[in-house]
Structures are given as C-alpha cells and as structure tokens.
C-alpha cells in the first residue's frame, strides 16, 4: 500500500515537472514518459487539480493538456540550475533599492531554507565571487539577511553580536518583530528582552549568532506604526552631524534623489523641509546638491560651514577652467 502511494507521488511529481517544460501535452505523449496508460494520465491530472494546479484540458482524438495561470501560486518545481539561478537573483533584487526588497527577503528566506547543502554551497560561492564596482553600494551580507528573515518568520528569538554607531560591541537577546529596508540600509526592529524595550538595529552592524530555537509569540504592531518608530528612532540617533534644510522641490523628489534615511516635511506642492544627517557634513551637503534645487539650512551650523567649503571649492574649479 505505502509503496504504491510512493510510487503515485513520485509520478506526480514527474508529470507535474513534464507539464512545466513545455505548453502542450498529448495524452499519449505523456502516457509514454510516464510508462502508463491514458487512463492513468487522466487520473493523475485530476489529482494535480485537486492540488491547486491549474491544468487546462483540450478535447478531442488528439486531446491533450497545458499548465495554466490559476488564480493562485501552487508549489513550482525547479531543477538545480533554475534553483541557484532564483537564489541568487533573489539576493540581488533584496539589496537594491527597486522597490520589492521584503518580498524578495522573504522568498529568498523560503528558498534558502529547502535548498540541499550542495546548491547552498554554490549560491555562496557565486557571492563570493562576485565584486563591486568601486565607489558603488556593496549591499549587504545576504547570510545574515536570510537569518534575520527566517527568525521572523518562525517566530524564533534571534541572538547577536552588535557594534553601536561609536564601535563598542554587545550582546543582544531579541524577539525579530520586522525588517524595513530604508534607502541603502535595512533595519531590524526587533523587543530587547534584556531591556524591556523596543530596538531598532542596522543589520550591517549584526553578527548572528547560533539559532536559539526558543519561540515568542508575535507583538501586534500596524505596520505604518512600524515605518514610523523606525524611522523616528533613526533620524534621531543613527547619525553624529543633523541638519535641517528647506527644500524648494516637492517631497516625492526628494525621497528619490537623496541616498539616505530622511524625515520629511511636506511644505507644499513645491516645497519640503527635511530633516537627516551624515557622519561627514561634506557629503551631506554634496548629497544636497545632487537635488539640483534650492536649498535653505534652518538648522545645522556644520552644514552650512560644509557649502561654504563646497562653494569655495566649485568656485576655485570654475576659475581655473574659465583661465584655460
């Protein structure tokens, strides 16, 4: 008996992997991979439909079958090649800024975790074998990525090692509520059970460590609820200078043109005032200028001295090429 529901299964497997190779099926077609009869076929693809796999039928002597969209996403199948090719192509979308990098963490996640140890070794060797221009965002260690993801996921209490933005280094016990990618930078936040309290944490700065299996039961939290404690809690601590700047240009354009975490404050349709900040005031403020706008510094004197610097600086540029 187990023995003949190994060996429908497995056959199910083998119809379902033909039907993803190629529009259409005959019914003798696929009797003869299989080695079966059509009837047998006929039984097995009404098993597959019972599955949720949307299997078109086509009438007639010659009638045959099709995989079709469904109104919903049955399990695929992938061969190793196809398996390694998602993986990788996952992580890449995860960190740049296209707009899916949680859904593609997550997938990713979901992959990673049903890979066998031999394509996980070749997903990380095509990592680790892959550079970066210069001058270009590094993205991030994707291993850590997937073990944050996973916590999340399994409701699994996460331990690491963290360095704080000044270099000193702890341990860190949590309950991973979400990760909320924020310009070039992902953000973990996550309950500290040592301090009682909400953390955000940059996932560039975590070293996970082994997997406590301990779970928790999830904190409700709505998601713009989220978004904002998160980027509260960045705009007022993730940064050694702030500034606060009047922007002559809408708020969507701004968003889109600045590289990093920004507060902003929609003036009016032509007009924005943004709160962010930088380790170096030079970068921030050739960060600004990258808008191609006017801008006005309310508030950051470092700010303002760094245009001061940059003016000079463009200013000693363009003399010398109106001399040549």
Do not use: N
Not at 154 to 166: D, I, M, N, Q
Not at 266 to 279: H, K, N
């Amino acid at each position: 008996m187990i023995g003949a529901m190994l060996e429908t299964s497995a056959r199910l497997l083998e119809l379902l992997s033909l039907l993803q190779l190629k529009r259409d099926w005959t019914s003798a077609e696929l009797a003869g991979r299989l080695d079966v009869s059509t009837r047998t076929v006929r039984a097995d693809i009404g098993r597959l439909r019972s599955l949720g796999y949307p299997v078109d039928a086509r009438p007639g002597v010659a009638g045959g079958y099709r995989l079709a969209a469904g109104t919903a996403m049955p399990p695929l199948l992938l061969d190793d090649e196809e398996a390694v090719a998602v993986a990788v192509g996952l992580g890449a979308v995860a960190t740049r800024r296209l707009g899916v990098e949680e859904t593609s963490l997550t997938a990713l996640a979901k992959l990673e975790q049903v890979l066998p140890s031999r394509l996980r070794r070749r997903v990380e060797t095509v990592r680790e074998a892959t550079s970066v221009v210069p001058g270009a965002d590094a993205g991030l260690d994707l291993s850590v990525l997937g073990v944050v993801a996973a916590a999340i996921r399994a409701h699994e209490r996460l331990r690491f090692g963290y360095t704080k933005p000044g270099g000193t280094e702890s341990a860190r016990v949590t309950e991973p509520q979400r990760l909320v990618s924020w310009g070039t930078r992902w953000y973990l936040l996550a309950w500290d059970l040592d301090r009682a309290d909400w953390r955000v944490f940059r996932v560039d700065r975590m070293v996970p460590h082994a997997p406590t299996g301990a779970r928790f039961r999830p904190r409700v939290i709505p998601e713009d609820k989220v978004v904002e404690y998160v980027v509260g809690r960045v705009a007022r601590a993730s940064w050694r200078y702030r500034a606060r700047v009047l922007v002559h240009a809408p708020a969507a354009h701004v968003a889109a043109k600045i590289p990093i975490p920004l507060d902003i404050e929609v003036v009016d349709e032509t007009a924005c005032r943004v709160e962010l900040g930088s380790d170096d005031p030079d970068q921030l403020a050739l960060w600004m200028t990258q808008l191609g706008v006017d801008v006005e510094v309310i508030e950051g004197d470092e700010l303002a001295a760094a245009f001061g610097r940059l003016a000079a600086r463009f200013r000693r540029a363009a003399d010398r090429g109106s001399t040549t």
